[in-house]
Structures are given as structure tokens and as C-alpha cells.
């Protein structure tokens, strides 16, 4: 168990599990000089942060916002929704924050919808009233002219501060070199940058959120805008640790950014209840330990260092002394999803470099075969994945439901041969796996849609047909103040407590994960489906 060395309880619990089960070589875990293990660490509960903040909405006005979603509304209303509900759990005054929050509209010109203004439930009204007033869908996209702006108003902000950047569409006017863009991002504080819809550049969003310090959310439905802003703001109101390091004594972390194993790991933030689960390897697993480091956000405590000193659970042993085995089998499954979407995730850089570069000369069968074998590593693993779950009778297991939904959603992005989707789908699905967040993007049937997906030429959209065995919210990982958080920020009960309810009545994998018969392919052939051919081309 672990030595705790902090003299209060913002770490509950941690330990290190190793994998002990015989078992035949297997594609999950094909170096077998190494051994598997997990690092489990809990974190206490926490009251809401008391420290000064500066938190900066950026809001896309251009005119798609005015575009109407499925349930009639326009976009912009949705935001409008969403932003006052923000403002209404930020001014309240149980909640004993203290935020200062300035908000900027943007297209290819700033507006100022309200100036830096201490939140509390004096300046509520007089926020709300900017906020329907000022927010009107007006003209074209530029980024630049809206980071620009942000990173030089937050410079002389307050030393703890939260920059959010929201956007539904391609930048039609001033700078789109990323290269230039990164420039007006200050990684010193947390940049998270929002995507809505299908027509957002998702490549560039997640180019500029590259730092550990930014996020990157795609929310494919703006009904559903709430959820992701919940959890944003949650981790505003409710920080534990930050600058975190996870130093590995005779073995190594996986990173999910980079697909590396390095002795250590530095992640932004940790959060109140968070139960973070992260992958180990090692050659010598009875000196295997770990080693965390992090600074407390206590305002009393900011500078102090805490360490943590963690080591292996105990092997359970039997009454003959015979040591039982511990399974961490769906953990090489989570590893293995991991692993796989990188790689889609570097095809989809690689081929979107190249086009920037203007290379015509790389041969399209050796981009068409290289986008094949993506897409038939995930199709072979998901089925090895059912199976697993079907013959260990734990189909209704909501972890690997969602690494099969990890997996099934990113094939069916790549069958609509739209590379910018399946760059945010794809990213959208290793951040939430990666980060073990609570908000994930889910490719939403449409009833009565036997078509094969594609995108619709007329209305640019996503014809769907994949059903996801998991909703929006990761139910995993999601903790109880997370969830009143999101229902605060959606304003609706009814509408969480539905996404909430199991999706399936039936978890019956074979009919779950029976994918639509594509034009010119039958179900069991090898051949690539015809929009996939057609996708390589386009990358």
C-alpha cells in the first residue's frame, strides 16, 4: 500500500496492481519481457476553490451561429443558454467562488460583450442582460483576430486564470497558418478549446491544444453543449492538484499524447473525487514503485510541494500459499484501443501535412493501403473485443463498453471519408479514453436510417447509423459533482437523467455491433468499402 506522506487527504488512495494470470501470447500484450501493472489514484473530495480566478469566454458570432439545430433553436441560442447558466453557478453565493469573468464575441471584428466583472449575484442580472443583448450572429470566422485578443487581455489578469474558445466553423478571414496561430497561445494557463458541429476546423483546435495545460472538445450536437461546459467548469470550481508528476522506479508510464513509455509523466490537474487509472511495464516487478509529486491548489499551501510514495498491492495468496492470479485483461484492451487510435490519429496529421505541403507525389495506392490498414486493425480488434466480452459474460461491463464505442465510432468516421470528422471523432474519443473524462463525443443514430454513413451533400451533415452502447457522459468516469454540475449548466433534470439511462435494453453484442451492409460489400468480405476507397484520395 502506499506510504502517505502528505499531511492532510487530498490523496485518498493509491496503490500499484500487477497483471498475474497465465495466460498464451496474446496481440494486447506482445512484449512479453515486460510485465503489466496499473497505478490507481483517488482523489478526496474537495470544497470549492476559494483562490482568485480570471476566467475568458471567447465566443464565435460569425454567421453559421445562426444556423438551426435539430430541436429548432439556433446555435447561438444554445450558447446563450449555456453561458447564462455558467454565470448563474459562478455568482451563487453558497458556491463561495471567487470569479472574475470577461466575455468577447468574435468574427472578423471583437465585441466586448462584458468587460472583466467579479461574478457574484450583484453583477448576475447585469451579465445575463449582456449576454442576450450583445451575442448576435454577424459575419465571417477569424481566429486570429480572437486569440490575439485573448492572450493580451489575459496577461495582466489574475495569476490563476482559464481561457475557453469556442467555435462552429473554418476560418474564412485572417491568418490560417497554425504555425502563426500557436503563437498568440500562452501555455501557462489552461486554453480549452471547443469545436461545435461538423464544419469546425478540428485539426487546427487540436493543433493549438497541444499542451498538457489545453483541451480540445468536439460537441458534434450543440443541444448537448451543456455537458461539456460541465465539465469544464467543474474543473474550474473544483481543483485538487496541479503540476502533477508520476515518476516510475524500475519501470515506465504509458502516454497516451505520444504513444511513448517514459520513466515519467506530467499531467496538468487532478481534480476532486478523480479516480485516475494510468498503465505500467516493467523488468522488475518486485521493485516496481512510484513516485507522485504535485503542488495543492489551498490557497494557504500553493507553493508547498506534496509527495507521494506508492507501492505494489500485496499478491493475494490461497490457503496452500499458492499465489492467485489478478486479471487486468481489460486494461490491455484499453491500452490496445489506445495504441490503435494513435495511429489513426498520426495518418490523418500525416495526410493533412501533406496536403498543406502540396505534396502530389506520393503514390495514392500507398495512401489508400495505408488508410486500409487502420481500418481493419480496429474492425479485427473490435471483433476480438466482442468476443472477450461475450465469452466472459460481462456485455454489460460499462468500461468495455466504451472502449468498443472508443473503437466503433472511429470506423464509422472513417467510413464517411471526411477527414476532418474522423479527426474529431477520432481525437474526441483518445482525449476522453486518455484523460478518463466524463464528457465524450457519441455518433447519434438517426431513426429509421438504413443508409450507409456518409456526409449529406445538401446539409452538410453526418448521416449516421453506428449505434453507441454508451451516452454522451462516460458513466465510468463521471463523479456525483460533476454530474450536478452538467445538470446546473444544461438547466434540465429530465434531459441528463435521460442521457443517463442505459441506452440498451439489449446487450446482446452480436446484434449491437452488426454493422450496415455498405453498397458493392458484403458483410464478410475483406474488401474496403467504397467510401473508404474514395477517403484515401480525399486525405
Known amino acids: 500500500?502506499?506510504?502517505?506522506?502528505?499531511?492532510?487527504?487530498?490523496?485518498?488512495?493509491?496503490?500499484?496492481?500487477?497483471?498475474?494470470?497465465?495466460?498464451?501470447?496474446?496481440?494486447?500484450?506482445?512484449?512479453?519481457?515486460?510485465?503489466?501493472?496499473?497505478?490507481?489514484?483517488?482523489?478526496?473530495?474537495?470544497?470549492?476553490?476559494?483562490?482568485?480566478?480570471?476566467?475568458?469566454?471567447?465566443?464565435?458570432?460569425?454567421?453559421s451561429m445562426s444556423d438551426q439545430c435539430a430541436d429548432g433553436r439556433t446555435k447561438m441560442h444554445h450558447i446563450i443558454h449555456t453561458t447564462k447558466n455558467i454565470i448563474d453557478v459562478f455568482s451563487k453565493k453558497e458556491n463561495n467562488s471567487n470569479?472574475?469573468?470577461?466575455?468577447?464575441?468574435?468574427?472578423?471584428?471583437?465585441?466586448?460583450?462584458?468587460?472583466?466583472?467579479?461574478?457574484?449575484?450583484?453583477?448576475?442580472?447585469?451579465?445575463?442582460?449582456?449576454?442576450?443583448?450583445?451575442?448576435?450572429?454577424?459575419?465571417?470566422?477569424?481566429?486570429?483576430?480572437?486569440l490575439k485578443t485573448a492572450n493580451t487581455r489575459l496577461q495582466n489578469a489574475l495569476k490563476k486564470k482559464?481561457?475557453?474558445f469556442m467555435t462552429d466553423g473554418q476560418i474564412t478571414a485572417g491568418e490560417t497558418n497554425v504555425k502563426k496561430l500557436e503563437k498568440y497561445i500562452d501555455d501557462?494557463?489552461?486554453?480549452?478549446?471547443?469545436?461545435?458541429?461538423?464544419?469546425?476546423?478540428?485539426?487546427?483546435?487540436?493543433?493549438?491544444?497541444?499542451s498538457i495545460n489545453n483541451s480540445y472538445y468536439y460537441?458534434?450536437?450543440?443541444?448537448?453543449?451543456?455537458?461539456?461546459?460541465?465539465?469544464?467548469?467543474?474543473?474550474?470550481?473544483?481543483?485538487?492538484?496541479?503540476?502533477?508528476?508520476?515518476?516510475?522506479?524500475?519501470?515506465?508510464?504509458?502516454?497516451?499524447?505520444?504513444?511513448?513509455?517514459?520513466?515519467?509523466?506530467?499531467?496538468?490537474?487532478?481534480?476532486?473525487?478523480?479516480?485516475?487509472?494510468?498503465?505500467?511495464?516493467?523488468?522488475?516487478?518486485?521493485?516496481l514503485s512510484a513516485e507522485i509529486s504535485a503542488y495543492t491548489d489551498d490557497p494557504e499551501k500553493m507553493e508547498e510541494k506534496m509527495e507521494e510514495h506508492v507501492d505494489i498491492l500485496p499478491a493475494l495468496k490461497n490457503e496452500d500459499s499458492i499465489l492467485l492470479p489478478n486479471d487486468l485483461t481489460k486494461y490491455f484492451y484499453r491500452q490496445r484501443t489506445q495504441e490503435l487510435l494513435y495511429g489513426v490519429q498520426q495518418c490523418i496529421k500525416k495526410q493533412e501535412q501533406e496536403d498543406q505541403d502540396q505534396d502530389q507525389d506520393q503514390d495514392q495506392d500507398i495512401k489508400r493501403k495505408t488508410v486500409k490498414e487502420h481500418y481493419d486493425k480496429l474492425k479485427t480488434?473490435?471483433?476480438?473485443?466482442?468476443?472477450?466480452?461475450?465469452?466472459?459474460?460481462?456485455t454489460d461491463d460499462e468500461f468495455m463498453k466504451n472502449l468498443c464505442d472508443d473503437i466503433g465510432i472511429t470506423l464509422t468516421a472513417l467510413k464517411t471519408a471526411n477527414k476532418n470528422l474522423v479527426a474529431a471523432y477520432c481525437t474526441g474519443r483518445v482525449l476522453s479514453n486518455g484523460t478518463q473524462g466524463a464528457y465524450q463525443p457519441v455518433l447519434t443514430p438517426q431513426k429509421n436510417n438504413n443508409r450507409p454513413p456518409r456526409i449529406n451533400r445538401q446539409t452538410n451533415q453526418l448521416?449516421?447509423?453506428?449505434?453507441?452502447?454508451?451516452p454522451v457522459i462516460n458513466r465510468s468516469n463521471a463523479t456525483q459533482r460533476q454530474l450536478e454540475m452538467m445538470r446546473c449548466i444544461t438547466g434540465s433534470d429530465e434531459a441528463l437523467d435521460n442521457i443517463l439511462s442505459p441506452s440498451l435494453n439489449d446487450n446482446d453484442l452480436k446484434n449491437v455491433f452488426?454493422?450496415?451492409?455498405?453498397?458493392?460489400?458484403?458483410?464478410?468480405?475483406?474488401?474496403?468499402?467504397?467510401?473508404?476507397?474514395?477517403?484515401?484520395?480525399?486525405i
Not at 501557462?188 to 497541444?210: C, E, R, T, V, W
Not at 522506479?249 to 504513444?259: A, L, P, V
Not at 448521416?463 to 454508451?470: H, K, Q, V, W
Request: a negative charge; aromatic letters at 8%.
Open 219 to 287: 460537441i458534434d450536437h450543440v443541444e448537448t453543449a451543456g455537458l461539456a461546459y460541465g465539465e469544464i467548469c467543474h474543473a474550474i470550481l473544483y481543483p485538487a492538484l496541479q503540476d502533477i508528476t508520476i515518476t516510475i522506479n524500475n519501470g515506465e508510464i504509458y502516454d497516451f499524447r505520444t504513444n511513448t513509455w517514459n520513466q515519467e509523466l506530467k499531467i496538468a490537474s487532478l481534480l476532486g473525487e478523480a479516480k485516475k487509472t494510468y498503465h505500467l511495464r516493467t523488468k522488475m516487478p518486485e521493485l
Open 99 to 146: 470569479i472574475t469573468v470577461e466575455i468577447y464575441g468574435f468574427d472578423d471584428e471583437i465585441e466586448t460583450i462584458i468587460a472583466p466583472t467579479k461574478c457574484d449575484e450583484t453583477t448576475r442580472d447585469k451579465i445575463h442582460a449582456a449576454i442576450n443583448t450583445k451575442l448576435n450572429p454577424r459575419n465571417s470566422t477569424n481566429i486570429e483576430i480572437a
Open 1 to 63: 500500500m502506499s506510504e502517505l506522506i502528505l499531511k492532510d487527504d487530498i490523496i485518498a488512495n493509491t496503490y500499484i496492481e500487477l497483471h498475474r494470470k497465465e495466460e498464451e501470447e496474446t496481440e494486447l500484450w506482445l512484449n512479453n519481457e515486460y510485465q503489466f501493472a496499473i497505478l490507481q489514484v483517488e482523489i478526496a473530495d474537495t470544497h470549492v476553490t476559494e483562490i482568485p480566478q480570471h476566467v475568458a469566454f471567447g465566443i464565435d458570432i460569425s454567421g
Open 463 to 470: 448521416d449516421e447509423d453506428y449505434t453507441p452502447l454508451t
Open 162 to 164: 482559464t481561457h475557453i
Open 381 to 394: 480488434f473490435l471483433k476480438n473485443m466482442k468476443n472477450y466480452m461475450i465469452e466472459n459474460n460481462i
Open 514 to 538: 452488426k454493422f450496415p451492409v455498405l453498397t458493392g460489400l458484403s458483410e464478410n468480405s475483406d474488401e474496403l468499402p467504397s467510401s473508404l476507397q474514395s477517403f484515401a484520395s480525399l
Open 188 to 210: 501557462s494557463y489552461p486554453n480549452i478549446f471547443i469545436g461545435f458541429g461538423n464544419d469546425h476546423d478540428a485539426q487546427l483546435l487540436q493543433q493549438l491544444a497541444k
